[in-house]
């Protein structure tokens, strides 16, 4: 594959090293990445294929891009989350009507990544609601107290 022509300026990039890209950090394992320097955009490549490993990103991407992966995550790492990772991957494949094979997060745009963010926030909106309605709801009436549980199933208690 030839080195990625920039999305943003059309030029073509160039391999830089981490130490390039992030001069005030410390590589943690060597890596390599292919940069356009004017619009401080890039991506890393692997360091055998040079293939690059997704889509060039500038820094409103690189952005929107770890708020995605923070909110992908929370679908089967977070502590409700009863979905695998290729689980997760499949339901978010089916909200952004892709298949499975072309929905991969490193390769979203901007308004990929927008579009994502929504849908997975109004999705955990939905369930946040739905497990509020999962609770026990309890009401009283004088004595009686009426609990409707988890399972729909109704309770009265009438205390002598
Ligand atoms: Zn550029």
């Not at 990772?85 to 929905?103: G, I, Q, V, Y």
Request: with cysteine; glycine share 4%.
């Amino acid at each position: 594959m030839p080195q990625p022509q920039c999305p943003y300026c059309g030029r073509p990039t160039q391999l830089a090293s981490f130490q390039e890209v992030y001069p005030e950090l410390q590589a943690p394992e060597p890596r390599l990445y292919y940069r356009c320097a004017p619009c401080d955009a890039h991506i890393q490549c692997d360091l055998q294929t040079l293939r690059p490993q997704g889509r060039l990103a500038n820094p409103q991407l690189r952005q929107l891009k770890r708020q995605l992966h923070a909110r992908f995550d929370a679908l089967w790492k977070g502590p409700h989350s009863t979905l695998s990772r290729s689980a997760a991957h499949r339901f978010l494949a089916k909200l952004m009507e892709m298949p499975d094979a072309a929905c991969q997060l490193a390769w979203f745009d901007l308004a990929q990544c927008q579009r994502a963010l929504r849908l997975l926030g109004d999705q955990q909106a939905m369930q946040a609601a739905g497990q509020r309605q999962a609770r026990p709801v309890r009401s009283r009436l004088g004595n009686t107290i009426v609990t409707v549980r988890r399972s729909r199933s109704i309770v009265i208690d009438r205390p002598a």
